[in-house]
């Protein structure tokens, strides 16, 4: 895994763009969050570690890179968009490619905001994106079993598996509901994953709600309840964002933006909460290396093995892999310095087996 990228769907009119649009000012002119814009409709956002900060003032370092999330910012989902309605069938293409889905749903009342779908009601909402992420996913796994059906007639056994699931997947999404739900395989997943379906990724709801909600929201507000109780039967993470708030915000410097948050007795920012929660939708860690050249952040998914990890960095490192040296992040500051760490006996050198902790300060040992 490159960068972590996130894709942000949402009907017209519930605040999608205003999100968007904070996401990537956050990252033009706030110092937390450098940002470069790749295309119009993607921007890219350094995910928020004090623990960096804390190695790149032990080590003196002449650069730190932190970790960094993608965000992708799909337009053009309305209703009928699966049959190219809105702008169709070009949402798709950018949706295929992203690890997760964050689904911005309107939970604030405006009357200067008209709905496209003449009331507020986010359960319908996400009803409405559900059911044309469902018919383009459909789509696509009737090209496949028309492919697969001349394979499985020349009695390929592999196509007939992989037909037997996709017509299991294609039970479900026919009742508007997300292929997620279909039990499979880890031979089958490996099979389906090819499709990039839409309705497998995992996916994360947005609340959007007014400014003065923010706080309050997760008590007080209705809509907001509705779409828990909803993510929850879905096994999904809801996010309580008002992206007003995210916009006023990403116009201010660092020490401002902090001073706001404080004021509206928030803790932290709701970028910074839809980054957390991204994470742990997708079972990510980081893992870091420092020195006085550079401090850097790296993103895994949990499991993930010590050569694997060191193949992060470059490919050479994982084929000669030797031993990983490491501390983990709270004892190396506990002892103050890496020397003391290794005093103390809490350096330790790790094998091909070991499995990757968040916050592992690390150096790869390799020969090649």
Known sequence: MSNLEVGIVGLPNVGKSTLFNA???????????????????IGVVDV??????????????????????RFVDIAG?????????????????????????AQV??????????????????????????????????????????????????????????????????????????ARRVEMTEEEVTMV?????????????????AEDEVVTAETENEYVQKVKQYATEEGAEVVVISAKVESEIAEL?????????????LEESGLTKLIKASFKLLGLLTFMTSGPDECRAWTITQGTKAPQAAGKIHTDIERGFIRAEIVSYD???AAGSNAA????????????????????????????
């Open 23 to 41: 996401i990537t000012k956050a990252g033009a002119e706030a110092a937390n969050y450098p940002f470069c814009t790749i295309e119009p409709n």
């Open 48 to 69: 928020p570690d004090v623990r960096l900060q804390v190695l790149h003032e032990m080590y003196n370092s002449k650069k730190t890179t932190p970790a960094s999330v």
């Open 77 to 101: 989902l309305v209703k009928g968009a699966a049959q190219g309605e809105g702008l169709g069938n070009k949402f798709l293409a950018h949706i295929r490619q992203v690890d997760a889905v």
């Open 105 to 178: 749903v309107r939970c604030f009342v405006d009357s200067n905001i008209t709905h496209v779908e003449g009331s507020i009601d986010p359960l319908r909402d996400i009803e409405i994106i559900n059911t044309e992420l469902c018919l383009a996913d459909l789509e696509t796994l009737d090209k496949r079993l028309d492919r697969l059906a001349k394979i499985a007639r020349s009695g390929n056994k592999d196509a007939k598996v992989e037909e037997n699931v996709l017509l299991r997947i294609k039970e479900v999404l026919q009742e508007a509901q997300p």
């Open 193 to 209: 994953r090819e499709l990039h379906l839409l309705t497998l990724k995992p996916t994360l709801f947005i609340a959007n709600v």
């Open 253 to 265: 410097d660092g020490d401002d933006a902090k001073m706001f948050l404080e004021e509206l007795g």
């Open 331 to 333: 004892d190396l500051i």
């Open 341 to 368: 760490a290794r005093e103390k006996g809490q350096v330790r050198l790790e094998g091909k087996e070991y499995v990757m902790q968040d916050g592992d300060v690390t150096y790869f040992r390799f020969n090649v």
